[in-house]
């Protein structure tokens, strides 16, 4: 009866450990570009929400420049509407209320590290606010966010977007070893010299 117990107990055990390993793995997967700049927006979105001057059910005139403007532009309207502001895509005359957004910056770039095959991933996003309040144009908001990590080159196809180039990143050329920097170079003007050497030595033959 002892032995069944413990033996039941082990199978409980291992059974709990796989469950959490296979939580883990979850967790700790690497999360793509697109991801990470959706993630930014969305923080960038909530920070200009505290600067907002407009007031609840406000209609506001909305617009926004900007190649790949989508994600900033789905959490800008999630939060305004969350507010109850009525937001307008095309200006009306009696609309005092304007919001035009700008992205100014998206941008995903890998850099070589010491390590090979590790690479360093950087992910900017900026973004510009211009408010107008019943006729009166405030100042502009201006907000930045940034992130870095380290991400193997085998996994580079997984985290690059194909679809959005904003989050596509060119993989960056390895520095050049001490052999291509200096032996190479080298062996290439010994075998250059020697030929000449044994192309005269034959002649003179």
Not at 168 to 197: C, D, G, N, S, Y
């Amino acid at each position: 009866m002892l032995e069944y117990f413990f033996t039941k107990k082990f199978y409980i055990f291992l059974l709990l450990f796989f469950f959490l390993a296979i939580i883990y793995e979850g967790s700790s997967a690497i999360r793509t570009n697109i991801e990470i700049f959706d993630s930014l927006s969305k923080k960038i979105a909530n920070e200009f929400i505290k600067s907002l001057e407009f007031r609840e059910s406000d209609s506001v005139f909305f617009s926004i420049k900007g190649e790949d403007n989508f994600l900033i532009k789905k959490h800008i309207y999630g939060q305004l509407n969350n507010l109850n502001i009525v937001l307008l895509e095309k200006e009306a005359y009696s609309t005092s209320n304007h919001l035009e957004v700008i992205v100014d910056d998206l941008k995903a770039s890998f850099n070589i590290t010491d390590e090979k095959d590790i690479y360093i991933r950087e992910i900017n996003v900026k973004y510009t606010f211009f408010q107008k309040v019943d006729g009166i144009i405030k100042s502009p908001l201006k907000f930045r966010e940034s992130y870095q990590d380290t991400v193997r080159k085998s996994d580079i196809n997984q985290i690059n977007s194909e679809n959005h180039s904003f989050a596509k990143a060119e993989i960056p050329l390895e520095r050049p070893t001490i052999f291509e920097q200096i032996l190479e170079p080298l062996i290439i003007v010994t075998a250059a010299v020697i030929t000449v050497i044994l192309l005269f030595t034959v002649r003179s033959n």
